[in-house]
């Protein structure tokens, strides 16, 4: 059983920078990709990038470009999502979540991580 | 404007079938998944590779596919599927959510 455990709750202020954290527990870190998606409050889910499994591609959502960054620490099977610059509307929970494919028809995301919660704030 | 549309709202009353759909031009191309999310809870994956369910999820759940058009369709609504609706695939430049069905169960 694979489960996606992430860091704790993080308070900014704008203009700072912030790193959430999401390990692995189980199998397949090193076969699949991971995705970060954000919710903000009473919206619906953003998709906000992705990191191969051996960290070396990212392919980030075009909002978000220059402010984002993903890697990944494969001897810990602990990933993470840097965002800087932060401002008020970067208040969200953060997910990560795994990805399947079945070719290049289809994908899908699971399990997901309980979410961490960042607020911006000054 | 968003890559995928979704309604953002629909209500069914119990016991009744409802339609959920996205549409999108990537929908012409590949096919959608889709997850719940309850309040307060992370997403959960109900539809995935075409039509396929996860343990656990309901044989009242299916998935269905035409033109640019993903649809998600309850039969038999219960009211535990009170919850929001996203559908989730290939985008131009990335991977994209739809905006979220928000169903309510009368």
């Known amino acids: 059983q694979v489960s996606l455990v992430q860091s704790g709750e993080e308070v900014k202020k704008p203009g700072a920078s912030v790193k959430v954290s999401c390990r692995t527990s189980?199998?397949?870190?090193?076969?699949?990709?991971l995705h970060w998606v954000r919710q903000t409050p009473g919206q619906g889910l953003e998709w906000m990038g992705v990191i191969s499994p051996s960290g070396d591609i990212t392919i980030y959502a075009q909002d978000l470009q220059g402010r984002v960054t993903m890697t990944r620490d494969t001897s810990t099977s602990t990933d993470y999502m840097e965002l800087s610059s932060l401002r008020p509307e970067d208040t969200a929970i953060y997910y990560c979540?795994?990805?399947?494919?079945?070719?290049?028809?289809?994908?899908?995301?699971?399990?997901w991580g309980q979410g961490t919660l960042v607020i911006v704030s000054s | 404007s968003s890559e995928v549309t979704q309604g953002p709202a629909m209500s069914v009353a119990l016991g009744q079938t409802v339609r959920i759909t996205c549409q999108g031009d990537?929908?012409?191309?590949?096919?959608a998944s889709w997850y719940q999310q309850r309040p307060g809870q992370a997403p959960l994956l109900v539809i995935y590779n075409k039509n396929n369910r996860p343990s656990g999820i309901p044989d009242r759940f299916s998935a269905s596919w035409s033109g640019n058009t993903a649809s998600l369709t309850i039969t038999g609504t219960q009211a535990e599927d009170e919850a929001d609706y996203y559908c989730?695939?290939?985008?131009?430049?990335?991977?994209?959510f739809g905006g979220g069905t928000k169903l309510t169960v009368l």
């Open positions: 989730f695939s290939r985008g131009r430049s990335g991977w994209v």
């Open positions: 189980g199998d397949g870190f090193h076969r699949h990709h």
């Open positions: 990537s929908l012409k191309t590949s096919y």
């Open positions: 979540t795994r990805d399947h494919s079945n070719g290049d028809i289809t994908w899908w995301l699971d399990p």
